[in-house]
Every structure is written in structure tokens, then in C-alpha cells.
């Protein structure tokens, strides 16, 4: 060692010691073992849908549902809310797909004749729904001012809306909403 420690090379012009050149070797080497020269990190993120739906007798009300109606009968009418809000910062756009679907008694199929629809969104309306039969439980049922909606971010639309049946729409009727990626 006292001999490594003694002996000099010439590097550059310079005349460095034998023993700085090993322990330059042993930490390049060392260094190559080891790829990385700090601590790891990283980052969770918990990603959620971006829009929200809620349901209630009253706007005060609203929440996710189910929204339990009760037993009415032919010729009565109910009215009941509804909100969709964009959570995220920028505007989304999509597709309400509202469904209505029965149960009837005595199998007849669901009809768009069943009942009538109006609606107002953030108090600008009354839209009258468009219906269109899907097979023969299931209706699709459109109102408001167009198909797909863009809502800008933080945008929240309360939607109120009376349904009346028709005397003759003895039945179990589930009314649905979801906003649909276009």
C-alpha cells in the first residue's frame, strides 16, 4: 500500500499519485452500480366522473336517487327535479340519455301515449319531450333545447319536470337519466 501511496503517474502534465487513480476507479465503478443518485418518488391520483346527476321531489331535495314516486293513478300528475353539474374545470360535452321503462299490467307494450312530459331547465322552457320507442318496455325520451349539451366548467342545470299519465297507463314506470360521452 505504502508503495501504491508512493508511486506517481503522469496524467495531463501532471503528476498524480497511483492510489488517487484506484480510488477514482473504485467510485466510477461504484457509480455504475448504483443508476440512480436520489430518493424515489411518486404521485396517486383518484379520478372520478366528471359530471353528477341528482334527483328530488324539491330542488332542495336533490340527491342521487332512486327517487321513490309512490303509487299514483291514471290522469294524476307529479313533478320532481333534477340537476346535472360538471365538476371539472373544463367544458364537457354530451348526450342526456333519459329512459323511461315499464312493467305494464296486462301486457300491453309502453307507449309514448302513456303520459305527457314538460320541462324547464334553469327556468328557460317549457320544453315538450320528443319520445321515441326503443322495444316494448322501453322509451327514450328527449327535451330540452338540443341533443348534445356542452357544460362549461363548474355549469349546473336544474331541470324541472312534471310528468301527467294517461288514465289508461296502468302499469310500474322507471324514469332514468345519464349523461352519455359523445
Not at 327535479?81 to 329512459?99: C, H, K, Q, S, Y
Not at 341533443?147 to 288514465?167: A, Y
Request: overall charge negative; glycine content about 10%; charged content about 15%.
Amino acid at each position: 500500500m505504502k508503495k501504491l501511496m508512493k508511486k506517481k503517474v503522469n496524467v495531463f502534465g501532471k503528476s498524480v499519485p497511483v492510489f488517487m487513480i484506484v480510488l477514482l476507479g473504485i467510485a466510477v465503478v461504484s457509480a455504475a452500480l448504483v443508476p440512480y443518485i436520489s430518493n424515489a418518488v411518486t404521485g396517486n391520483v383518484v379520478v372520478d366522473s366528471p359530471m353528477v346527476q341528482e334527483i328530488g321531489l324539491t330542488e332542495a331535495g336533490l340527491g342521487p336517487g332512486p327517487l321513490l314516486l309512490g303509487t299514483m293513478y291514471g290522469g294524476e300528475s307529479e313533478t320532481f327535479f333534477m340537476r346535472t353539474t360538471n365538476l371539472a374545470v373544463d367544458p364537457i360535452t354530451g348526450e342526456v340519455f333519459n329512459l323511461v321503462t315499464s312493467n305494464p299490467v296486462g301486457g300491453i307494450d309502453i307507449s309514448c301515449d302513456d303520459f305527457t312530459l314538460s320541462a324547464t331547465t334553469n327556468g328557460v322552457g317549457p320544453y315538450t319531450p320528443t319520445c321515441t320507442v326503443i322495444d316494448t318496455t322501453t322509451l327514450r325520451i328527449h327535451y330540452g333545447p338540443a341533443d348534445v349539451i356542452t357544460w362549461n366548467g363548474g355549469q349546473v342545470d336544474t331541470t324541472e319536470v312534471t310528468v301527467t299519465f294517461e288514465v289508461n297507463a296502468v302499469g310500474t314506470y322507471e324514469f332514468s337519466s345519464q349523461v352519455m360521452d359523445i
